[in-house]
C-alpha cells in the first residue's frame, strides 16, 4: 500500500511541477479557454502546489523516521518519496524564474539582463548537483540528520518561490508577460512524465541488482574450516591506532565483532586442504539485516576445487588486502570466525577468509566482468550458494596477479556504491 500510494504521489507530483514551470500568461495559446481567475492568481495557485508537495514530504519523512526507529536504515523508496516532491518544485520555480529572464533578455538584451539569467542558471546548476548528493545522504541520516536535510529543502523552496515572485511581480510588467510566447512550454508536462518513467525503471534495475542484506549474508560461501586457530580475547581498553583487533564470542558461540578504522586486523594463519570443506549456513547478524534466521542449514549445493600442487608467495598477502579494503570510505568491518565482511551502508561487497597458504575472496561483480574473469583465470568460478547473480569467488594461490586483485576489489566496492 505504502509502495503504490508513493508511486502516486510521485507522478502526481511531476505533473504538477510541471505546471509550475510553465508560465500560464496566455491559456489560450494551447487551445484552452480563457480563465482569468487562473491568470490573474498563478502565482497563489503555484504556491498552494507548493504546500502539497510539503505536506506529501512530511507524510513519507514520518514513515521515513519511523522505519529507521524499526530496522535501522530507511529504504531508498521511501526516502525518494519524502525528498523528490520539494526538490523537483524547487527546480521548477527557479525554471520558471529562468524562463521569463529569458523572454526578458531577447526583449532587451542588456548586461544587466545578461548576468541575471547566468546568474539563474548557476543557481540551477548547483541546485541539480548538490540536491543529487543531498538524496543520498537524506537516505543515510539518523532521524535528526534527516529532519535538518529536510528543514533546509524547505528553506530552498521558499527562496525559489521568492525567485519566481520577484521575477514575475517585479522584473516585467503585466503587459509583456501576456505577451510572451511560451506555445513549446506545454512539451514540460512531457518531459515531466518521461523523467518519472525514468525514475521508475532506476528504481527497479536497483531493486533487481541489490538483493536483501539477510538474505546475501545468509547464503555467502561460508567455509566451516577448523575450530582449532586460537581467538585472542577482547580489548579491555579503548582502541588506539596500530592496536588488535580481536573477535568477540557471543552467546550462541559464534566469534564476531564490528571493528573501528582505528584498529588493526591481523589475521591468524592456518593451512588447510581446499579438498576437504563442510559449507554451512550462517546466522544473519541482526544488525546488517531486518531479519533472523538462526536455524542452521545443510546447504545442497556441492562445491569442488581441485587442490594445486604447489603454493605460490601470495601478493598481496592477506593481511595486506583486508588493509586495502579497510582504507577506502564508509567501508565497515566485521569479523565472524572464518572470515571477515566488508560493508558500504550496510550492504556486504567483499568478504575474505584466510587459510594460511591461501585465501578465497566473495566478491559482488558486474555479470559480464565475472564471466570474463572466470574464463581468463580458472581460480574464480561463480559463487552458487548466493541467491544474488553478481556474486562471485576467487582463491588466490598465489597465481592471481596483484592488480587483478586490487581491480576485483575496487570494482565491488564501485559496484555497491553504484
Not at 545443510?298 to 605460490?312: A, D, H, L, N, R
Not at 567501508?331 to 585465501?359: A, C, H, Q, W
Not at 572466470?374 to 548466493?386: A, C, G, R
Amino acid at each position: 500500500m505504502k509502495k503504490v500510494f508513493g508511486n502516486i504521489v510521485l507522478f502526481l507530483s511531476m505533473l504538477l511541477v510541471s505546471l509550475v514551470a510553465m508560465p500560464w500568461n496566455n491559456l489560450t495559446q494551447w487551445w484552452l479557454p480563457d480563465i482569468p481567475f487562473l491568470s490573474n492568481n498563478e502565482l497563489y495557485i503555484k504556491a498552494g502546489i507548493g504546500g502539497l508537495m510539503l505536506i506529501f514530504g512530511i507524510i513519507f519523512l514520518i514513515v521515513a523516521n519511523r522505519e529507521y526507529r524499526e530496522y535501522g536504515h530507511t529504504t531508498p523508496a521511501t526516502s525518494g518519496y519524502s525528498f523528490i516532491p520539494l526538490f523537483m518544485y524547487t527546480f521548477a520555480s527557479l525554471g520558471y524564474a529562468a524562463i521569463i529572464s529569458l523572454f526578458v533578455y531577447s526583449a532587451n538584451p542588456g548586461p544587466n539582463n545578461l548576468y541575471f539569467v547566468i546568474g539563474l542558471g548557476a543557481v540551477m546548476l548547483n541546485v541539480l548537483i548538490f540536491g543529487h548528493m543531498l538524496s543520498a545522504a537524506f537516505r543515510k541520516q539518523k532521524n535528526f540528520g534527516r529532519v535538518m536535510i529536510f528543514i533546509f529543502l524547505v528553506e530552498l523552496m521558499l527562496i525559489s518561490m521568492g525567485a519566481a515572485y520577484f521575477v514575475r511581480e517585479i522584473l516585467i510588467a503585466d503587459s509583456f508577460y501576456q505577451s510572451m510566447y511560451t506555445f513549446l512550454y506545454i512539451a514540460l508536462l512531457g518531459v515531466g512524465i518521461v523523467f518519472y518513467i525514468i525514475h521508475v525503471i532506476i528504481l527497479k534495475s536497483k531493486r533487481k541488482h541489490h538483493s536483501e542484506e539477510a538474505a546475501l549474508e545468509a547464503e555467502i560461501d561460508d567455509i566451516r574450516g577448523k575450530k582449532s586457530s586460537v581467538i585472542p580475547e577482547a580489548p579491555s581498553k579503548k582502541a588506539k591506532k596500530g592496536d588488535i583487533a580481536k573477535q568477540t564470542v557471543t552467546d550462541n558461540g559464534k566469534k564476531t565483532m564490528i571493528v573501528s578504522r582505528e584498529q588493526t586486523v591481523v589475521s591468524g594463519e592456518q593451512n588447510l586442504d581446499p579438498t576437504n570443506m563442510l559449507y554451512e549456513d550462517v546466522d544473519v547478524d541482526p544488525e546488517f539485516s531486518k531479519t533472523s534466521n538462526q536455524e542452521k542449514q545443510v546447504s545442497s549445493i556441492e562445491y569442488y576445487i581441485e587442490k594445486p600442487k604447489m603454493f605460490k608467495p601470495l601478493d598481496p598477502t592477506f593481511d595486506k588486502l583486508v588493509e586495502y579494503v579497510r582504507e577506502m570510505p564508509q567501508v565497515v568491518t566485521k569479523i565472524s570466525d572464518e572470515k571477515i565482511t566488508f560493508y558500504v551502508d550496510r550492504k556486504p561487497f567483499i568478504v575474505l577468509m584466510n587459510y594460511g597458504n591461501y585465501y578465497r575472496i566473495a566478491f559482488k561483480s558486474e555479470l559480464e566482468k565475472g564471466i570474463r574473469l572466470i574464463i581468463k583465470y580458472p581460480t574464480i568460478s561463480k559463487n552458487k550458494s548466493t541467491r544474488d547473480d553478481l556474486w562471485f569467488k576467487a582463491n588466490n594461490y598465489g597465481d592471481l596477479p596483484k592488480d587483478v586483485i586490487y581491480q576485483i576489489v575496487k570494482s565491488a566496492y564501485d559496484n555497491v556504491n553504484a
